[in-house]
């Protein structure tokens, strides 16, 4: 039987969906087939350690017939994720993606260095905003109201857990997804040379301002 839309907790059987929306609005909001080798790449390192290391804060937008087309994951503690990720999920996964024997020179060995380097999440002028997230939607689910549904169920998780602030780093040229995050709240957060991201944080107070 078909039913509305639903915002509910990641379940295990979810992980193939979670992969597919993760690979699909990867390149700048859009599909990463057509310009990775390995697309996979993409789920294993912002999709998959966050239900793996931290299932509490995943939530998926389920269509109403039980597939998920669209996600928001947390992590609520930046460096102690950043260290689960190095010591827990990277084994796992390293072999198949392993890592660049030197400077990147392909896209799919620039996204394996960022696998390798979880350490590069943690950046000082983020401190203030200890969690982080990654929220995506499939294409035909976007623009309907369900982001920001997705968006005020984690900051009311992490809320309730105790943490004050959050914070994301999007591809500075995915405007669209930037006109999001204005809308939800968010504010330019200064990180010196920041390379193709822009840092943004907000409160998971205030969710009167969603």
């Known amino acids: 039987m078909t039913t509305s839309p639903v915002i509910r907790p990641y379940r295990p059987e979810d992980r193939p969906a979670l992969d597919d929306i993760c690979i699909r609005t990867a390149h ?29 804060l995943a939530f ?5 017939r039980g ?18 990720f190095r010591t827990t999920w990277l084994p796992l996964v390293a ?3 392993p890592e660049p024997p030197g400077p990147p020179r392909t896209p799919d060995e620039v996204m394996a260095g960022l696998l390798h380097h979880p350490e590069r999440m943690v950046l000082p002028e983020l401190a203030t905003h200890p969690a982080h997230l990654h929220i995506d939607l499939l294409p ?28 994301l780093a999007m591809v500075t ?10 809308r939800m709240g968010f504010e330019e957060i200064d990180v010196p040379e920041p390379g193709a991201v822009t840092y943004l944080g907000r409160t998971t ?6």
Do not use: C
């Not at 087309?69 to 260290?83: K, M, N, Q, S, W």
């Not at 549904?149 to 900051?155: I, S």
């Open 28 to 56: 700048v909001g859009g599909d990463s087939r057509p310009h990775y080798a390995d697309p996979g790449i993409f789920p294993v390192t912002f999709a998959a350690p966050y239900v793996h290391l931290e299932p509490d």
């Open 60 to 64: 998926v937008l389920d269509d109403g």
């Open 67 to 84: 597939e998920a087309v669209g996600y928001i994951l947390g992590a609520a503690d930046t460096p102690r994720f950043a260290e689960a």
């Open 95 to 97: 072999g198949r993606h």
């Open 140 to 167: 035909g689910w976007q623009g309907r109201g369900y982001g920001r549904r997705l968006m005020r169920t984690l900051l009311q998780a992490l809320q309730d857990g105790g943490v004050p602030a959050v914070h």
């Open 173 to 182: 040229a995915n405007t669209r997804a930037r006109a999001f995050y204005d």
């Open 205 to 210: 107070k205030e969710l009167d301002r969603l």
